[in-house]
């Protein structure tokens, strides 16, 4: 079995549709997912595609699909309420011996009480200070 996740780069939900039409299974965002918050209709599918996340994470956990699971910036899928934090305490109650991986910012109490390990990371220096921009293949 494989799963297609397309990288980030789409800029409007015509983009995203586009993608999902080619069969991709997930999609990375980034600007896109920033952008286009505001808008309802992307609004809405966006939070369907969520859900089908959320349930094919679930299945996996619950067939013992995978040993590590990196849900990536899921803290901005709580913060704008696309999943619940009971829906994500669901996953982690259903880890099993899958080691979990939740990235983002500003995890809940609730999430970083049930936790066995949180880490906070911290811009010390960073060459985007210096005008240098994003570099296709490390940033995005």
Do not use: Q, W
């Not at 899928?77 to 669901?90: N, P």
């Not at 809940?108 to 960073?126: F, G, S, Y």
Request: proline share 1%; net charge negative; charged share 35%.
């Amino acid at each position: 079995d494989k799963v297609i996740v397309s990288e980030s780069g789409m800029h409007t939900v015509e983009d995203l549709r586009k993608i999902k039409a080619m069969g991709a299974d997930a999609v990375l965002v980034g600007e896109m997912f920033m952008r286009n918050i505001k808008n309802e209709e992307f609004k809405e599918e966006f939070k369907k595609d969520i859900k089908k996340g959320y349930n094919f994470i679930l299945k996996a956990l619950e067939n013992k699909e995978c040993d590590m699971l990196i849900i990536d910036e899921i803290m901005a899928v709580l913060s704008y309420k696309f999943l619940s934090i009971e829906e994500a305490l669901e996953i982690v109650n259903k880890m099993e011996n899958t080691e979990i991986i939740m990235t983002g910012r500003n995890a809940p109490k609730e999430l970083i009480e049930k936790a066995d390990l949180v880490t906070e990371m911290k811009m010390i220096k960073h060459y985007f200070e210096k005008g240098i921009k994003a570099r296709k293949g490390i940033e995005f």
